[in-house]
Each structure stands twice: as C-alpha cells, then as structure tokens.
C-alpha cells in the first residue's frame, strides 16, 4: 500500500546542508501498523513529514522513491497532495491542543474538514461532525460540538484530533507521537481506543514515537531508526525480545520496565556495581496535614487537602500521581517556593512551614532544601552560560568568589560528568542529556541535605534518561543525599526510590515500601496506574546472553 | 565553536559582534551610518567650513556650490555646517530622551509584570491614561507647560515613549515570572528584586532593543518636530527640525536647499536608527551565538 525506497530528506541550514533522513526503505501493507521508534533527531518525524510533503521551510527530499497506492508523492503535484492529505492519509501531531484552533468550536473544526474534502454538504455537516465525534466514544457528543478546545482536558482533545484525523475516512493514519504529554491512563485509553479504530475500518497507520515500550505494545512490526537510518526491522515481539541490532539492543535495555535494576538499564560495557544503598537515619523531614487552597469562584479550590507523610535520612522517596494531583504543588510547598496554606514541615523538628516563602531565602537551610527541575532547558536562565547558572547559588548562599567559586563549580561539573569545557557554553549550545547535568550540578554545589526532583528526566530520551537516574543514584551514595523524587511513571520511580507515596485529588491514596506498593498495590487506584503503564515484553535472556 | 567557547568571555563578545556585522550586511550599513552620524555629532563643531550662527547678508540665499556645498539661508549662514553641528544636538535630544524612557518603562513594566495584582493593575492604568491622548499634542502641552528648554523637550519625549517600554517588559517579564530558571534562581538564594533584576529582565533585552533602535527616530522626528512649530529649541540655534521649519517658507519660491538638506539628515538618521535595530538585537541575543 506505502512503500518507501531509499528515502533521503536534507535540511538547508547557516552551517550548510544537513541530511536528515538518509535511505530510508520500509513497506507497509493494508492494515498493518508500522512503529517507527528512534530517539531525538533519528529522522523519524521527518520522514513523515517527506511522506506529505509538508517539511519545514529549507527541507526537501533529495533522493528515493515513495509511492502510496500507485501515487508517486515525491512528485506529485501540490493540488494532487491536497487531496491526498486528510482523505487518504491523515496525521495525528504531538500537542493535541496545538493542533486545534482555540478559537473556534471542536464541532465546527471537524465539519471544516468534511466540507473541505467534499464529504458532507453544508446542509449534513453538523450531523455527520457528530457522528465523528460519536465515532471517538464521546459522550454526549452533540453537545461536545460547541465546546471550545479549552474546555476541554488533555485527553478529550486527542480524541477530537483522532476524530478530525479520522472524519475523512482515511486509508492511512499516521501518528506522530500522539500521547506525549497525555497522562499514563489517558495514555492507554487514547492508544486503546486507536487501535480499535484502526482495525474496525481495516486501516494501516504509523506510529512514530520515542517510546518502545508503547511502540510494541501497540504495533505489528518496528522500524527502529538512529541519524536518518533503519536500523532494524521486525515483528515488534522480536525486535523487542531478541533485538540483533546494537543500537536497538541499547534501546531496549534503558526502557524502564518491571524486575530490572537500575544499572542494566545502561549499555552493558558501561554497568558497574550498583550503588550501595544508604543506611537510613532518622526522620530528616515530617510533613504533618499539609495543606494549600487557592482562592476560586465558588470557595477556595484546595490542591493540597492535608497530606501526612515522614521522609527519613537518606531515603530516597518517590512521589506519584497524575497532573492535577497536588504533587507539583506538595514539591514546592516543601522547597519553600509555595506559602502553605496550614500544616507544618518539620525539618529535623524545625517548622520550616512557619518561615514565609519571601523570608526562606536568608534562612541558613536554604542551602540544604534543593530542586531539580522538570524541564532542563526552561529552568537554565538562556542568557547564562552553564558556569554561571551553577555559580550563582554558590556565590549567593555558600558566599564564595575568585578562585573557590571556580574550583567548586568545576568540582560540581565534574561530579555530575560535565565537561569542564562545556561550562562556557550558553544552554541553547549544550543537549538535552548535557542541560541536565547542569541543572542537576546548580543543586548539588551546595551539598543540599535534602533534594526534590521534579521530574527530571521526563524530557530526556531513554539512553540519557538511563545515565542520568544512574548518576542521580551514584550521587545519592555519594554525597549521602535524601531524595523526593517526583514523577508519572512508576517504572522509573521503581527504578530509583525506597518508599513510594502515591497521590490523588491532593490526597494521598496509599503509601509504603516501593516494592510492596509496586508489586501489592492495596488502592484500585494505584493498581489501575501500573497497569496502565505499556508492558513491553520482557527480552528473552537466553538470546541476550547469547549474542 | 570549541574555540569561541574557550575563548575569554570578553573577546567572545567581540568576536559575536563581528559576527553579526559579517552575517548581515544590511546591519552592516545601518552600523557604518551610524558611526558617520556618530563622528559627525562628536566632530561636526570642529570641522565646520563656516561659523553656523555667523549671518552674512551679502551672501544670502546662495544655491549650493563648491564653497556653499549645501548653500546658504535667508541670513547667508552656510547649511552644510549648520546642518552638520545640529547632529549633536539632535542626537543628544533623542539619546537622552530614549535612556530616560527606557529606564523608567523597564523598572515600571517589569515591577507590574512580576508582582501583578495592585501594582500591575495601578501602573497599567496610569501608562493608558497617558496613550489616550495624542502623543504629539500630549508632549507639546508638557513642552508649553514646563517652558521652551531642550531639557523639557527631552523629558515631554521621555514621557510619551515610556508606555511603550513598560508594556512591552510587562509582557516579556511575565511571560518569564513563573519560568524554571526564575524559580532555580530564588532556590539558589536571590529575592525577588535581584530575580527580577539579574534573571528575568536581561531576558527582555533582544525585544526592547528593536524598540530603543525604532524609538531612538521617533524621539529625533519628535524633537523636530516641536522645534518645527515653534516649540522647543529657539533660533538661532542649529537645529534640523527649525532649519526645515526655516527653509520650507522659500521652497515656493524655489530656494529648495534651505529645507531640503537638514530634512534630508532627518530622514537619514531616523533610517539608520530604523535599520540598526534588528543588528541590536542579534547583539544582546546570546541565542544568536552558535
């Protein structure tokens, strides 16, 4: 039905041609689904973007054949490209809220479409529209249809992209990583709901994602793609079972998954003894009904509602939950960022919850209570080069300068594996694994007692990802550090955390020891989140051992 | 890239300014005409040809020639050098009155951009009142009210650019307010004014410098053209706005050099201020290094 031979897309940049994707080749039959898996910039989306023609300014396809049902789409011409988008091949983008015009009904964004391939008259637009919507198992879908992209959550919004995508019965859908972003069950309903989409109207479809896990669960056969090349092709049960490639076997060893440790999650060359694990102490933080409401419309709005929890000296403590759960705000209560509405925080018996936000700054255990960040590239002041974002805690609570503060900085780069000489670059120079390190190096400077980590490995491939929960985890043992480690993805939490805390609705719902609440789960909640998580199949060892 | 990473901070600076000249020949231009206007305004009064307040009726309204290049007025002072010592002045005017607005409006927008709320909503309302009325009007009135001086004609210019200033910070400080980096910064010891001040503002740099450059004209057609009519700088004094002012009476009567030429510098210098403001901004925009 698709079929691409070797496919070569290039880039115009200031530093000259940049070659994208370089031969491509892949076929896809009529009713099969193709994972395309590859990390950042393997070339995965751009090739997506050649297949409808709609690269980026500077791009075009330099070589190779792809022809879709007889149709040669390289040389097309742009009307033929037209009709062929949306009514034989339709897409799926990553950010469903960017991908829907806010401004106007989700009701009327679908009749667009119809209208505009000649589906639906002006006259049955409307009926037909919800019944697209009706299709993506919207309730109430009529009445869907005047709502605003806004009014919408996360979820409800790819289900109406799904619906556009689908309005026009097309022939190939293609996604492009279309649950980024999206919550872990929203995840697994959007991607089940897919799927039966796509196998009730006989479709083929493309999924182009980072993830390997959900790529398995949800695909046929893998396309596994590294800068612009095929690495390996296969049903998805043995690419992911007995990969033969070193690059895929790579990738399949850093995906977090159940019963591995965190060391095996790296390239096997660089796995070394894992990290002791700290003695526990005694109680480093009490949190005692912690609370934070916001003033609303109708009352106050309580994002926080009173949550009790001890973290011990040198424990590392996981806390989860799903976005709107209260965690992000619970981490920044405790980082004194966040006033607190009641409740107290015991710092080894000292009520911290009692000094203002404002005030906390010149308090002598500003030094101690740390942060990661989520986002590496928004929490680097982009006017600052590395040295400089590490240096300014330093100078401003340990009071160092001259020469100390330069010795120290570069003590803190190279604990946390940064080279010395990218500490003059500015963050837009460094990548995504290499802004990590810095954010992470800004935090460990001051030889904190206490440090939150707000997801902070979420915008990371998984190869990075695996090096950074490992160095997180050496650097635990190492400096004796008490970790919070704030995430949506309980296989990585498994990874790295003693004690799991799990929250919903600002409450707490369960906590214990990781593997009892991992493995045991008490809460229907909690249960429902592990399974939710894509469950890849697990490598068979005997061929791993073998090649 | 290594070696410009490696390189002391300071001539990493130089060498990004270079680089942005190189890449871009239109900034290129709008620098070289900036520093000719630049040595003009330094050097204008000493390279004179001709005293500029020096009357000589016997030579009144000469068409230009190789003595007069640009001619001369109904006094026979000599244009080209009244035109050439009015760069300073005028220079100084839109200088002055840019630095001034651009202080103001960056403290006033980025303290209602952070805090918001009373702040934000008291000086929001203050900086519409003063965009409600015609710019123009507005600083001839300031000028009248305050007496005809280049400093009050350098305030009243302040005055009616500092909205500007203030809402484009307000909006690129707020934008930032709640940005990781800002966060990591509070984390790491600085209260707010010190966030503010170090970690937020410099963020707004690359946009505000777009606005200095485009400002930077106004201020200079501004203070023309209060002197034009009548308002601000007096006669004698070189000034282009009064010398256009001066000359367009004769343009009837075919004497065109008297307003022409000082019109002429007018539009050049507001062009060259219009061209720098893109190269400003790749300037201050650490982003633009590679």
Redesign the interface.
Known sequence: MLSIKDLAVSFRTRRGEVDAVRGVSFELAKGETLGVVGESGSGKSVTSYALMRILDAGGWIKAGEATYSGVDLRRASEREMRDIRGREISMIFQNPRAALNPIRKVGAQIEDVLRRHGKATSANARAKAIEALEAVRINDAAARAEAYPFELSGGMCQRIVVAIALACDPRLLIMDEPTTGLDITTQKAVMDLTRELIRERGMSAILITHDLGLASEYCDRLAVMKDGKIVETGPAASVFGAPQDVYTRRLVDATPRRGVSIRSLLPAEARTAPPPRPALGGPLLEVLRLEKAYPGKSGPVRAVKGVTFTIREGQSVGLVGESGCGKSTTSSMLVRLLDVTSGSILFRGEDIAAIPAKDFIRHPLRRDIQMVFQDATDSLNPRHAARDSIADPLRRLAGLSGARLKAKVEEAAELVGLPIHLLDRFPHQLSGGQKARVGIARAVALDPKFLILDEPTAALDVSIQAVVLNLLADLRAKLGMTYLFVSHDLNVVRLLCDHVIVMKGGEIIEQGPAEEVMDRPAHPYTKSLLDAAPQPPAPAPRLRAAV | ??AL??AP?AR?AWAHVVYVLRDNPVTLLSFSMFAVILFAAIFGPALAPYDPLATDAASALQPPSASHWFGTDNLGRDVFSRALVATRLDLLISVAAVLLSFVIGSVLGAAAGYWGGWVDAGLSRVLDTIMAFPLFVLAMGIVAALGNTVENIVYATAIINVPFYARLVRAEVNIRRE???A??????????VRTLAF?IF??ALPPMMVQVSLNLGWAILNAAGLSFIGLGVRPPTAEWGIMVAEGANFIVSGEWWLAIFPGLCLMITVFTFNLMGDGLRDIVD??R??
């Open positions: 890239m290594s990473a490696e901070r990493g940005a990781g980096f966060l990591a910064a509070r984390l790491g010891g600085n209260g707010h970690h410099p963020n650490p982003r290094r590679t």
